[in-house]
């Protein structure tokens, strides 16, 4: 079910790129730090949600990747944890007094 909609978002994200295209065909000067260009209005705003796209995915990578790493260590914690609870039950109890 989520593939599936997955796909149609996809589709859904291409038509409407697509008709950006056509119904934008007119020429802008993008003015950038070091000169200009002219490009057409759907390719500028195709690279910029590009541009956009990618910045997003490093910096959730980045993210995604320290809490990887916390959830290993909270494991190997929690895993320690549980040996030393499980070898604490085992030993045997002494009588006092």
């Known amino acids: 079910m989520l593939r599936l909609l997955t796909v149609l978002l996809l589709v859904l994200v291409f038509a409407i790129g697509a008709s950006l295209g056509y119904f934008n065909a007119e020429r802008v ?3 950038y730090l070091f000169g200009s260009v002219e490009v057409r209005v759907a390719v500028l705003v195709t ?5 956009a796209a990618i910045l997003t995915l490093a910096l959730c990578g980045v993210r995604i990747l320290r809490l990887h790493r916390d959830i290993r260590r909270l494991r190997k914690q929690l895993r320690d944890s549980e040996t030393e609870l499980k070898n604490l039950r085992n030993l045997p109890v002494v009588g006092g007094r």
């Open 47 to 51: 690279v910029s949600f590009v541009i």
């Open 29 to 31: 000067t993008f003015h």
